[in-house]
């Protein structure tokens, strides 16, 4: 998170209008996956900046095993689960591709 918020940083300094932020969970060609944790952290630094997030999930078919993969609709739902608030996640800055 320390990363994301210097680079986010960085572009504004250099007159960079930062529109959002895109990552690709499972990677390929690895396959590592980011646990819910981090998917968490990472959504609420682009509702709070009010940027857009892309989420590539085009190989979540493909994780076997443990630790399980965790979708970014899940923090979605999880979110709308809790109730929300004044916190609440913008669905119109989130983006989940798949195939
Ligand atoms: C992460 C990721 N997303 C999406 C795709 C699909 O891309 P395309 O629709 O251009 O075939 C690929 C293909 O390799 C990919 O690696």
Not at 51 to 77: Q, R, T, W
């Amino acid at each position: 998170m320390e990363d994301l918020e210097a680079a986010y940083e960085m572009a504004k300094l250099n007159n960079i209008q930062v529109k959002g932020l895109m990552l690709t969970n499972p990677s390929n060609p690895l396959g590592t996956i980011l646990d819910g944790d981090t998917l968490r952290s990472i959504v609420a630094f682009t509702n709070e900046k009010n940027i857009h997030l892309i989420c590539d999930e085009i190989y979540s078919a493909s994780v076997f095993g443990k630790p399980n993969y965790v979708s970014m609709a899940e923090i979605i739902d999880e979110d709308r689960r809790n109730g929300g608030g004044k916190n609440s996640l913008n669905l119109n800055l989130i983006h989940i591709v798949n195939s």
